[in-house]
């Protein structure tokens, strides 16, 4: 099985941006589709954006255009690059991996998460 660690979330002004990393341990991340999801309070987990294990990437229509969701196979990590953030992309990011087709729900393992705050 694979461990999951996010970084990277905190408080940025609207308009800014922000780098989120999610380091993979035990296991090789390329061979996963790796996703990450947010979850705002009082909302439901949405899915943001995920990367398969060919390199295929999916984003959500909230992010297409202001975000980029890479895999440095090196470092066993895959980012999600935020531009352009506004107050609603306010949410706890979470990383996920999972084997199998499809991108969708559900993943196998879970990070615990990074919150990311858009101050407007």
């Known amino acids: 099985q694979v461990q999951l660690v996010e970084s990277g979330g905190g408080l940025v002004q609207a308009g800014g941006s922000l780098r989120l990393s999610c380091a993979a341990s035990?296991?090789?991340?390329?061979?996963?589709?790796t996703g990450w999801f947010r979850q705002a309070p009082g909302k439901e987990r949405e899915f943001v954006a995920a990367?398969?294990?060919?390199?295929?990437?999916y984003y959500a229509d909230s992010v297409k255009g202001r975000s980029t969701i890479s895999r440095d196979n090196a470092k066993n990590t895959v980012y999600l690059q935020m531009n352009s953030l506004k107050p609603e992309d306010t949410a706890v990011y979470s990383c996920?991996?999972?084997?199998?087709?499809?991108?969708?729900?559900?993943?196998?393992?879970w990070g615990q998460g990074t919150q990311v705050t858009v101050s407007s």
């Open positions: 990367i398969r294990s060919l390199g295929f990437t």
């Open positions: 996920a991996a999972k084997g199998g087709l499809g991108y969708g729900l559900p993943y196998d393992y």
């Open positions: 035990g296991r090789t991340v390329s061979v996963y589709t």
